[in-house]
Nanobody, 116 residues
């Protein structure tokens, strides 16, 4: 049974930091590209960051470059999203995504609220 379980969301003040985690099980984690998406109220889901299956190649949305860092630990079957200098516009539900060839899995999301 495939599972992607996000954690680490919550309420944070503007300028603050959060670290999201996504624990994966039920598939060969190391072979999948892992991504974080987010969906703000009333908006479409958007890609935030991706890290390839092996090695350190990463990609980021322009809106988060220099503030967010995606990383993975294949030994722990976990992908992370370190979010710094958070802004109110980062408020959204953040989803973990795993993708390999035609296979794709989603987590249920974790809510991040940036507000004073």
């Amino acid at each position: 049974q495939v599972q992607l379980v996000e954690s680490g969301g919550g309420l944070v003040q503007p300028g603050g930091s959060l670290r999201l985690s996504c624990a994966a099980s039920g598939f060969t984690f190391s072979t999948y590209a892992m991504s974080w998406y987010r969906q703000a109220p009333g908006k479409e889901r958007e890609l935030v960051a991706t890290i390839v299956s092996f090695g350190g190649s990463t990609n980021y949305a322009d809106s988060v470059k220099g503030r967010f860092t995606i990383s993975r630990d294949n030994a722990k079957n976990t992908v992370y999203l370190q979010m710094n200098s958070l802004k109110s516009g980062d408020t959204a539900v953040y989803y973990c995504n795993a993708r390999w060839a035609s296979m794709q899995y989603w987590g249920k999301g974790t809510l991040v609220t940036v507000s004073s």
